[in-house]
């Protein structure tokens, strides 16, 4: 079964700094991978997915991921941190007959 | 500019009693879900319905049901509540197409507690 793992459930940053979130999938077929962005009280926001062939997909607010076949990752990373960007950050990937598989979420903290 | 609609936002039960989480989607797309979250553990698929008529277990199906209403509509029943369920729960839809990464789009969630 396809999995992630994202390392790290709580990173703290300060605002300008750079932002690392790090996902690692497991995978037997090309997978299917996302980075979505949760707010206080809401939903989850599509931040960015990998479309195959691409090794850096760029998101929304500045995020983005770089696919690496050989370590199976898919970090997001972000130059400089803002206050807005605070938040939980979910990588997934797409699972056969379409489950989506979450990771257990990292809280980015931005320290001004 | 709806995309996915979740009724109730709130809902405190007691244990034993039994309630219905509405979603409704206006972005017709075929497949639908439902997840719940817990801290610490993501989202885990409790239900979904790849078209209208069908649906399938997730991960935590164990206490719950689903109708697929008709296309827009996905309902999520608790029929007799217990404090283990108590949660996030979130509605998601997506379009489908064969080959494409189709990411899935979220309502804002409903947050039930059971006494």
């Known amino acids: 079964a396809q999995s992630v793992t994202q390392l790290g459930s709580h990173v703290s940053v300060s605002e300008g700094a750079l932002v690392l979130l790090r996902c690692n999938y497991s995978s037997s077929v090309p997978p299917y991978l996302f980075w979505y962005v949760q707010y206080p009280n809401q939903g989850l926001q599509l931040l960015l997915k990998y479309t195959t062939g691409a090794t850096l997909v760029k998101g929304i607010n500045g995020f983005e991921a770089e696919f690496k076949k050989s370590e199976t990752s898919f970090h997001l990373t972000k130059p400089s941190a803002h206050m807005s960007d605070a938040a939980e950050y979910f990588c997934?990937?797409?699972?056969?007959?379409?489950?989506?598989?979450f990771g257990a979420g990292t809280r980015l903290t931005v320290k001004p | 500019n709806a995309g996915v609609t979740q009724t109730p936002k709130f809902q405190v039960l007691k244990t034993g009693q039994s309630m219905t989480l509405q979603c409704a989607q206006d972005m017709n797309h075929n497949s639908m879900y439902w997840y719940r979250q817990d801290p610490g553990m993501g989202l885990r698929l409790i239900y979904y319905s790849a078209s209208e008529g069908t649906t399938d277990k997730g991960e935590v199906p164990n206490g719950y049901n689903v109708s697929r209403l008709n296309k827009r509509e996905f309902s999520l029943r608790l029929e007799s509540a217990a404090p283990s369920q108590t949660s996030v729960y979130f509605c998601?839809?997506?379009?489908?197409?064969?080959?494409?990464?189709?990411?899935?789009?979220f309502g804002d969630g409903t947050r039930l507690s059971i006494l």
């Open positions: 998601a839809s997506s379009e489908e197409i064969a080959g494409s990464n189709q990411p899935q789009h």
């Open positions: 997934a990937v797409r699972a056969p007959r379409n489950d989506m598989r």
